[in-house]
């Protein structure tokens, strides 16, 4: 079955780690997304990619690196600048071109990210 | 300023009653606009979207939703609630401008009483 696999389920990561979070789509996408969901809050962009090689800042970019070398892949870094870092993290991707399509999102489970 | 807001951050339904979660946004131009549910520890799924078709839109478990332009509301119903119904639920806004963007409400927790 086609969907978006995120792994690891649970992180741990100590003070001055960077730690990256993967994300893999079989569904053929153009477009993927990193969100980070706090409890009570709905979900903030971190950042988005409409295509291989291309990404663009969301709300929340700071403290976040990513990349888009495989139309299928959509790594998110959680760098050390990152001072609050503890959260679940969701990715997502869409048919079209990003947000200027009104293509539903498809998601996968999450990864929650935890400071030891 | 273009928002979304739900109403509700938590309701609770006796099982086989109706459910109404309630979602309003804010926006100078026409949206598209999504709810989506979130079972714990797990990532959202698509209930419903509208894009500017029909104006009452079904979506899957029993959901529907009516888009209304004069109150600028979207509210999601289902007739008669089952327990598997219990989760968290996301009224998402999409917005086309020169700076397209996507918006998630705060989220709405929908418990289901025996």
């Known amino acids: 079955d086609g969907g978006i696999t995120q792994s690891p389920k649970y992180l741990f990561r100590k003070e001055g780690q960077n730690v990256t979070l993967s994300c893999e789509q079989n569904?053929?996408?153009?477009?993927m997304y990193w969100y980070r969901q706090d409890p009570g809050q709905g979900l903030r962009l971190i950042y988005y990619?409409?295509?291989?090689?291309?990404?663009q800042k969301g709300d929340i970019a700071e403290g976040y690196s990513v990349s888009r070398e495989k139309k299928e892949s959509f790594p998110l870094t959680v760098t050390s600048a990152q001072k609050n870092p503890t959260a679940f993290y969701l990715c997502a991707s869409s048919i079209g071109k990003g947000p200027d399509s009104n293509q539903p999102q498809h998601f996968g489970d999450g990864t929650r990210l935890s400071i030891l | 300023a273009q928002s979304v807001t739900q109403l509700d951050s938590h309701v609770s339904v006796s099982e086989g009653t109706p459910v109404l979660l309630r979602c309003n946004y804010s926006?100078?131009?026409?949206?598209?606009l999504f709810w989506y549910v979130q079972h714990p520890n797990k990532g959202l799924q698509l209930l419903l979207k509208y894009t500017s078709a029909a104006t009452l839109v079904k979506g899957i478990n029993g959901f529907e939703a009516e888009f209304k332009k004069s109150e600028t509301s979207f509210h999601l119903t289902k007739p008669s609630a089952h327990m598997s119904d219990a989760a968290e639920y996301f009224c998402v806004v999409m917005l086309y401008s020169s700076a397209s963007k996507i918006i998630f409400g705060s989220g709405t927790r929908l418990s289901i009483r025996p």
């Open positions: 990619s409409q295509i291989v090689n291309d990404f």
């Open positions: 569904l053929n996408h153009d477009a």
């Open positions: 926006s100078s131009y026409s949206p598209s």
